[in-house]
């Protein structure tokens, strides 16, 4: 669904129309991930070590860029949480380091900072920080790996983490 949403915004500015210098320096982001249930924390016995999606993330960011090259910008988005049982609304600012590394492929690594918001769990809320690295085509499909942490937790035992492996999708 979030690719369809993604495809008709692009069909609705058609970047290919309109002059080059008219195009100006915005982007406009769409992504989905899948976040793993994993063991990691002490207790887990070696056998048990399993990484199972554990819920659904979706993305979506407007920002500025220069040359495809650096970029900033605020996103959001929802991030699901099975095992949690939480669902999270993060607002973020977004960093976009994006060098080519051939003619077709850019190597893509987003540092971002915001704050995240817990909803149907009352006033949990706290930091949200989220780190992801990843490859781009030149048409602006991107797959990649995302860390994220929140700053509060349901059960009052630290921080929520997550490990997560999507697809985005940038338009220019």
């Known amino acids: 669904m979030l690719f369809f949403i993604g495809?008709?915004?692009?069909?609705?500015?058609?970047?290919?129309l309109q002059p080059k210098e008219e195009r100006g320096f915005k982007y406009i982001f769409?992504?989905?991930?899948?976040?793993?249930?994993h063991?990691?924390?002490?207790?887990?016995?070696?056998?048990?070590?399993?990484?199972?999606?554990?819920?659904?993330?979706t993305k979506f960011g407007i920002g500025i860029h220069l040359n495809r090259w650096l970029a900033s910008g605020l996103h959001t988005g929802t991030e699901w949480r099975a095992s949690e049982k939480l669902v999270a609304i993060p607002i973020?600012?977004?960093?976009?380091?994006?060098?080519k590394i051939n003619e077709y492929t850019r190597i893509v690594v987003q540092p971002g900072a915001g704050w995240a918001f817990g909803i149907w769990h009352g006033d949990k809320s706290g930091y949200y920080w989220k780190t992801s690295v990843g490859f781009e085509n030149v048409d602006g499909t991107s797959v990649y790996a995302e860390y994220s942490q929140y700053g509060f937790s349901l059960d009052n035992t630290g921080q929520i983490r997550?490990?997560?492996?999507?697809?985005?999708?940038?338009?220019f």
Do not use: C, M, W
């Open 92 to 99: 973020y600012n977004n960093v976009r380091i994006a060098p």
């Open 30 to 37: 769409f992504g989905v991930s899948l976040p793993l249930r």
């Open 7 to 16: 495809f008709s915004g692009y069909s609705q500015f058609f970047p290919e």
């Open 162 to 171: 997550a490990i997560s492996f999507g697809l985005g999708l940038t338009i």
């Open 39 to 57: 063991h990691l924390d002490g207790g887990a016995e070696v056998d048990n070590l399993r990484f199972l999606p554990d819920g659904i993330n």
